[in-house]
């Protein structure tokens, strides 16, 4: 297939050959691709991949302030978390100061007691013995006499007192 | 004009035909093989190259994007042949 | 008739458009293939126009689509076939890659259905312009020495020079811009015929009264070879562009 024959061909009014492009549609082709690279070239693609450029930066700076608020964090973690330590250390002194007073109070007011108690129970042990001796005191007088009478009812006579009085004693005493 | 002139005229027009369709008739055959024949080399080639760049890919898919540009290429340039059998095919039956 | 017939059209009605403006011009006649060249430029102007408007720092809408063009672009075909360096001809790129898919996509557009490049004017014009293009950016960067270091490539036997210059000087200088262009214009001649031959088929088989059964079948094959030159028209295009971008890489670094 001889191009020269194929455009003689066609120069000569035969059906056009659909390998070889129409002069009008490379004109066209030509213009308008030319514009649209024109275009791209200095109206259409600059603002967008400076945008591009502008948002990759933008979003890079958030990064970069989103790792130092990051580690900032942290350093205000830190400092919190010492400040909650002293506080927990001072609140735990506080309530190991109030347990020892409260201990030493109880302790003092358990002493006061028991010694009010030591007191009460030795005044009341004393009057308790005066109270034994008095009645021991007592009753040897009244069993002597007694028993005198009896024996002198019993024996039908007179006793010397004085002399029974001093057996009595000595019975009372070996008792 | 005489019918002896009528007749040969009509006798030329049936000759003119009969060339005609053998002529396109040889045409449509030789447009059939060449298209046929054009397409059986990158059939295998193309076949073959897809063959091994999947290969490439399952054995490394990390490269993937890689071996599927170079694929594309590949068969761009192995593809031209038979696109050439095809231009052939259409300049024998239709021009 | 029982069959019915399939008449293939001629394939100027199937590919040639009558002119709409400037009818007696040679030059100038503007036909349904320059109103799709046409549409290849005013569509990504405006998609690009509207999306320069506004607020730039969270896309939407037009701006969405453009920046995925642009990323596309850039990754795909800039940073894998130049590398970093290759920037600057962006704009070329994507003017390319957007001119040639629009110029593809219009085979499955209602009313259009006739891809702008299975003409071999707009192959043909892009690809003298990325020739013309990858071989001045080969020049100006490596000097009028490019030219010989293509033709003679260094780390060959000397006597083999005698064929491998001229084969070199086929591939790169003629064959390389021919198949270029015919790559693009065939694919898409043959997409084109494809779809009108299922077309054709799926016509004269309705009006075929016994073989009206297969229509279901062809009206299928018909759907499913559209949708297959939807993939045709975006590889094609990105495989043009790609290839540029070879070219253009290879002129820059010729060393690899």
Redesign the interface.
């Given at each position: 297939?001889n191009l020269m024959l194929?455009l003689a061909a066609e120069d000569a009014g035969d059906?056009p050959?659909?390998?070889i492009p129409e002069i009008n549609e490379i004109v066209w082709a030509a213009i308008f691709f030319i514009a649209l690279w024109t275009l791209m070239k200095y109206v259409l693609l600059p603002p967008i991949t400076r945008a591009m450029e502008n948002r990759a930066n933008t979003i890079q700076g958030d990064r970069d302030a989103a790792d130092a608020a990051t580690a900032s964090l942290g350093s205000t973690r830190r400092d919190y978390e010492g400040s909650l330590a002293d506080a927990r250390n001072e609140a735990n002194e506080i309530i190991a100061a109030a347990r020892a007073s409260a201990d030493e109070r109880r302790s003092a007011l358990q002493a006061e007691a028991d010694a009010e108690i030591a007191e009460l129970r030795r005044s009341a042990q004393s009057e308790i013995d005066q109270a034994r001796a008095d009645a021991l005191s007592g009753m040897s007088g009244d069993v002597a006499t007694l028993a005198v009478s009896a024996a002198g009812a019993v024996l039908g006579r007179s006793l010397d007192a004085g002399a029974q009085q001093s057996v009595i004693d000595q019975a009372l005493a070996a008792e | 004009m005489s019918t002896l002139s009528q007749l040969a005229a009509l006798a030329a027009e049936a000759d003119t035909t009969a060339a005609d369709d053998a002529k396109n008739a040889a045409a449509a055959q030789g447009a059939g093989y060449a298209y046929g024949l054009a397409a059986i080399g990158p059939g295998i080639g193309i076949g073959y190259l897809v063959g091994q760049a999947v290969q490439a890919m399952a054995r490394q898919p990390e490269s993937a994007?890689?071996v599927q540009?170079t694929m594309?290429?590949g068969?761009?340039f192995t593809?031209?042949l038979a696109?050439?059998g095809?231009?052939v095919f259409?300049?024998l039956?239709?021009? | 008739m029982i069959f019915g017939a399939v008449e293939f059209p001629?394939?100027e009605n199937v590919i040639e458009w009558p002119a709409f403006f400037f009818k007696n011009s040679d030059y100038f006649a503007f036909n349904k293939i320059a109103l799709i060249y046409f549409l290849g430029m005013a569509i990504p102007a405006v998609v690009f126009l509207l999306a320069n408007r506004g607020d730039a720092l969270v896309p939407r809408g037009f701006r969405t689509a453009a920046e995925g063009i642009v990323e596309f672009v850039d990754g795909?075909i800039v940073q894998?076939?130049i590398g970093p360096d290759g920037r600057k001809y962006m704009p070329l790129l994507t003017s390319l890659f957007l001119f040639i898919f629009i110029g593809n996509i219009t085979e499955v557009i209602p009313f259009f259905q006739m891809p702008g490049n299975a003409r071999m004017a707009g192959p043909l014009v892009l690809a003298l312009i990325v020739y013309v293009t990858w071989i001045s950016v080969g020049i100006k960067h490596n000097g009028l020495g490019y030219i010989k270091e293509v033709l003679v490539p260094p780390g060959v036997p000397k006597p083999l020079y005698v064929l491998v210059t001229p084969i070199e000087f086929l591939s790169n200088f003629l064959i390389r811009p021919f198949?270029h262009a015919?790559?693009l214009?065939?694919?898409m001649?043959?997409g084109h015929i494809l779809l009108v031959t299922f077309s054709v088929l799926c016509i004269s088989v309705f009006s075929a009264s016994l073989l009206f059964i297969v229509e279901p079948f062809t009206f299928a094959g018909l759907l499913a070879f559209t949708a297959f030159e939807v993939g045709v028209s975006l590889?094609q295009a990105?495989?043009f562009t790609?290839?540029t971008a070879?070219y253009i890489g290879m002129a820059l670094h010729p060393a690899h």
């Open positions: 297939m194929v059906p050959n659909p390998v | 994007g890689q540009t594309f290429l068969i761009a593809e031209a696109l050439i095809f231009v259409i300049l039956k239709f021009v | 001629p394939i795909q894998a076939a198949s015919v790559r214009f065939a694919n001649l043959a590889i990105f495989v790609i290839l070879v």
